[in-house]
């Protein structure tokens, strides 16, 4: 017996929201990495970090920063794909992609929060805001599909 997962009404909403949300988090990391943060405001949050030499130390590490949040702007562009594709390791990607996402607000240097703020208002906050927060809502809302559902992208499984 072969089987096939058909989506549901369920499906539609899911992707609607993820698609949407991809699209955002792909903008508002690609923001947040070249926009807000550059060599000279790492060197600042260096310097108030107490490094002895954030001058040499600030390049390196925003080569590093800009690396994984191009991965991210990557990942969550993938989140558009399930306009197209509704399997298994897309779902995983865009779980993982989004989970450790969520992670940014702990994982970032608290420093580096306090500085886009004192530089460019709330403004500055709002790529990271929407980013990791979304991420945090949208991989409770694929879990919660998954655990409910029990297929990728809440599918039914018709057996043929």
């Keep these: 017996m072969k089987s096939t997962l058909t989506p549901t009404p369920t499906t539609r909403r899911l992707v609607t929201f ?14 947040h990495n070249f926009a807000v943060i550059d060599t000279t405001f790492i060197e600042e949050m ?63 240097p ?13 403004a500055g906050l709002i790529p990271s805001v929407v980013t990791d927060g979304g991420a945090a809502v949208l991989a409770l809302v694929l879990i919660v599909a998954l655990v409910r559902h029990r297929t990728p992208w809440a599918q039914i499984r018709e057996d043929h």
């Design 110 to 122: 608290s420093g580096m929060w306090s500085l886009a703020r004192e530089e460019y208002g709330v």
């Design 46 to 108: 260096m310097r108030r970090a107490g490094e002895t030499d954030p001058a040499a130390a600030a390049p390196a590490f925003t080569t590093g920063f800009r690396i994984v949040g191009t991965a991210y702007v990557l990942g969550n562009a993938l989140g558009m794909l399930a306009l197209w594709k509704r399997n298994w390791w897309l779902l995983w990607t865009v779980l993982a992609v989004n989970v450790s996402q969520s992670l940014g607000w702990f994982m970032i």
């Design 18 to 31: 993820t698609v949407a949300c991809s699209l955002a988090f792909t903008v508002g990391t690609a923001l």
